[in-house]
């Protein structure tokens, strides 16, 4: 094949002359496609702070929701939620004797008390309120002179093991062994 040299097209020989208003509606144009979307960090620079002070309100992050509240129960409940809240009544001063038979007369204290015999478990809150009521049966009885005060004997510590050890009815030939002679 034979070789084809190119040929050169007459073209625009310098960059075209571009009048003003052309100009400014690409510059226009560029700017716009620039700025697309929200400012940088227009979600952490909140605009409240430009404002001036006398108006507090409308300083408020707006990203906030309503302070209003909202029912979580049904009406009925929130009666008998308000009524619990309530203060509590200041109960009388009872004397030692009143306060030491309603300890004993308690249910809830019972109750627990057989559980801790029967070995349960109690949660933290039952455990604490039993101890608080055990310690304040205890300043009762104190108070009151009904406790028992046990006498201890002045003997050495192993006497109870010995006496124990007396006491027992032991019989040596029951743990021999004899051998059957027939």
């Known amino acids: 094949m034979t070789r084809i040299k190119k ?3 007459p073209g625009r020989i310098g960059a075209r002359k571009e009048n003003r208003e052309t100009a400014e509606q690409s510059r226009e144009r560029k700017r716009k496609a620039k700025r697309k979307g929200l400012a940088p960090g227009s979600r952490h620079n909140v ?3 430009k404002q001036s002070g006398h108006n507090q309100k409308s300083a408020q992050d707006p990203r906030l929701g309503s302070r209003k509240p909202v029912a979580l129960v049904q009406e009925d409940n929130q009666q008998q939620v308000a009524v619990a809240r309530a203060r509590p009544v200041a109960r009388p001063k009872l004397s030692p004797e009143q306060e030491l038979e309603q300890l004993e007369n308690d249910e809830r204290l019972n109750t627990l008390l057989d559980r801790v015999e029967e070995g349960d478990k109690l949660s933290k809150e039952d455990k604490s309120w039993l ?8 300043q009762l009885l104190e108070q009151l002179g009904l406790l028992d005060e046990e006498e201890e004997d002045d003997g050495e ?6 006496d124990r050890f007396m006491d027992a009815e032991l ?12």
């Open 171 to 182: 019989d040596p030939a029951q743990y021999r062994k004899e051998e059957d002679k027939s």
């Open 131 to 138: 101890d608080r009521t055990l310690a304040r049966h205890q």
């Open 7 to 9: 040929a050169r097209t």
């Open 47 to 49: 605009e409240g702070g």
């Open 157 to 162: 510590p192993g006497d109870d093991l010995w």
